[in-house]
């Protein structure tokens, strides 16, 4: 019988967290909110900035899309490392927004506690074995001779 597996088990309950989060703010940003409203609601008031328009509107398109996508792929464990970086470009450019509006802004309440949980299941992805993408690598390994589990 395998050992409880601490670490596998803390990655598992941060991905599955930090892609809840992201999922189920991107559902809400294109099926209530729908990516023209985030736009109007979050970008466009940016429109006083060196951003142009165009900018603005695709961007602030993009967004809810990738949140809800790289989120629910966090979420079931599916191309994890693409997901987080797709993620951490949205972080990043939320981020500069925020600054660029407000340079003293505080993070503590939406950027900071989405980063800390990102860079964590980052840097231990490797020990998420409780994921599609860990359940595949170990197929694709027993399938060439190795060891599977």
């Known amino acids: 019988m395998k050992r409880f597996d601490s670490h596998a088990w803390a990655v598992f309950c941060a991905r599955v967290v930090l892609g809840l989060i992201f999922g189920m703010a991107g559902w809400w940003k294109c099926f209530v909110l729908t990516p023209p409203g985030h736009v109007q609601r979050f970008f466009l008031p940016y429109s006083d900035t060196w951003i142009p328009l165009w900018m603005l ?13 790289a989120g629910w792929l966090l979420v079931v464990g599916l191309w994890i490392e693409p997901a987080l970086v797709a993620l951490g470009i949205v972080l990043i450019t939320v981020t500069y927004g925020h600054l660029l509006k407000e340079p003293l802004y505080s993070f503590s309440g939406h950027v900071f506690p989405r980063l800390a949980l990102l860079v964590f299941v980052a840097m231990l992805s490797h020990a998420d074995t409780y994921s599609i993408d860990a359940w595949w690598a170990r197929r694709r390994k027993a399938s060439r001779g190795g060891v599977g589990f």
């Open 57 to 69: 509107w695709t961007v602030g398109s993009i967004i809810p899309v990738v949140e809800l996508v």
